[in-house]
């Protein structure tokens, strides 16, 4: 019993003697990982566009057929939406890109900057472009609205297409793994702190039995 309460007043007391090494360490470790977080972390900017698909009224159509006609609108605004991703609007949208602005991009790594998806039962559906480049995000957002809405009238000529107000916002960005350092960088911080503060002590103790050796 009077063991253990040595053990535990050592440990004690070693806590209180390199308490503040400890304190520092872990302090250290978590601006570390602090910094590691804000350097490797980047402003993504998106813009966004609703776009509203529809087909009008035609004289002589009966009110049940204009009613086909606009259920038919409201199924087909996820297929609309899905023409930001295939291959032939991607290119003429990396055309134009070239072409009015000097912008040279893959295919690849333009379609990772679109996203697009039906929004209200209307037949609505919006596009998305994001990038860590502001200008390259409304540049591409608006390059692509112009090809959809061109490609839509060019199979339909009697399609209605209607753009609603662009929205932007930018967000902060965490790459993947990063989100971890604020939480390791303290970790690891007070474990080499505390490997430090073992080994003073260790050091200590054996200076001065030498010392009392010598004399």
């Known amino acids: 019993m009077s063991s253990e309460l040595m053990d535990f007043s050592d440990r004690l007391h070693f806590l209180r003697k390199w308490l503040l090494l400890l304190i520092l360490g872990t302090l250290i470790g978590g601006g570390i990982g602090f910094l590691l977080r804000g350097y490797a972390s980047k402003t993504t900017y998106t813009y966004n566009v609703g776009i509203e698909v529809s087909h009008p009224y035609k004289k002589g159509m009966s009110?049940?057929?204009?009613?086909?006609?606009?259920?038919?609108?409201?199924?087909?605004?996820?297929?609309?939406a899905e023409l930001v991703k295939s291959s032939g609007i991607l290119s003429a949208v990396n055309d134009r890109l070239h072409s009015q602005y000097g912008i040279v991009i893959n295919n690849v790594d333009l379609a990772q900057m679109y996203a697009a998806g039906q929004y209200s039962p209307e037949g609505g559906?919006?596009?998305?472009?994001?990038?860590?480049?502001k200008k390259l995000a409304k540049i591409g957002l608006t390059?692509?609205?112009?090809?959809?809405?061109?490609?839509?009238?060019?199979?339909?000529?009697?399609?209605?297409v209607k753009?609603?107000?662009?929205?932007?916002?930018?967000?902060?960005?965490?790459?993947?793994?990063?989100?971890?350092?604020?939480?390791?960088?303290?970790?690891?911080?007070?474990?080499?702190?505390?490997?430090?503060?073992?080994?003073?002590?260790?050091?200590?103790?054996?200076?001065?039995?030498?010392?009392?050796?010598?004399?």
């Open 143 to 160: 390059s692509m609205t112009k090809q959809i809405k061109q490609s839509m009238k060019w199979a339909d000529r009697s399609v209605k």
């Open 63 to 80: 009110k049940e057929e204009f009613r086909s006609l606009k259920l038919a609108d409201t199924q087909n605004a996820g297929q609309y």
């Open 163 to 215: 753009t609603f107000e662009t929205v932007y916002f930018n967000t902060l960005k965490v790459q993947k793994g990063v989100k971890s350092a604020l939480i390791y960088g303290p970790l690891v911080g007070f474990f080499l702190a505390l490997l430090l503060s073992i080994v003073l002590d260790s050091f200590g103790r054996w200076r001065g039995i030498r010392n009392v050796i010598r004399r």
């Open 125 to 133: 559906f919006y596009i998305a472009c994001t990038s860590s480049s």
